[in-house]
């Protein structure tokens, strides 16, 4: 038995091994059959585990947190006040490290 994957994907294709089979252009020989549907073909014939939902869902935060944060700089930096503005600054340099931080424990998780 062959097993080809769509590069990225959970997609995969069993042939008999000795059915004939041309690959796509974006396909490989896979090592082994997809363990589990959150798992994505990788370039090297191996799987590693979809992390797209966790990186969506990390951003999704970030840009909510990100927005809430420039609205309040830009209402204090209207009125003036310079002490909400600098203090919302330091907020949003510590989202920003906080978001790569998670963005790292993301992508480096176990494959």
Same mark, same amino acid.
């Given at each position: 038995?062959?097993?080809?994957?769509?590069?990225?994907?959970?997609?995969?294709?069993?042939?008999?091994?000795?059915?004939?089979?041309?690959?796509?252009?974006?396909?490989?020989?896979?090592?082994? @059959?997809?363990?589990?549907?959150?798992?994505?073909?990788? *370039? /090297?014939?191996?799987?590693?585990? !979809?992390?797209?939902? %966790?990186?969506?869902?990390?951003?999704?935060?970030?840009?909510?947190?990100?927005?809430?944060?420039?609205?309040?700089?830009?209402?204090?930096?209207?009125?003036?006040?310079? @002490?909400?503005?600098?203090?919302?600054?330091?907020?949003? *340099? /510590?989202?920003?490290?906080?978001? !790569?931080?998670?963005? %790292?424990?993301?992508?480096?998780?176990?494959?």
């Amino acid at each position: 038995m062959k097993i080809y994957a769509v590069v990225g994907t959970a997609q995969q294709t069993i042939i008999a091994d000795s059915v004939q089979y041309n690959p796509a252009e974006n396909e490989v020989l896979m090592k082994s @059959e997809r363990p589990e549907e959150d798992y994505v073909a990788k *370039a /090297d014939g191996t799987w590693e585990i !979809d992390k797209t939902p %966790q990186l969506d869902a990390l951003t999704a935060e970030y840009r909510a947190e990100k927005a809430n944060l420039c609205e309040v700089y830009t209402t204090a930096s209207m009125q003036g006040d310079t @002490e909400t503005t600098q203090s919302v600054a330091a907020d949003m *340099a /510590d989202l920003d490290a906080w978001y !790569d931080e998670e963005y %790292q424990k993301i992508e480096g998780s176990v494959e």
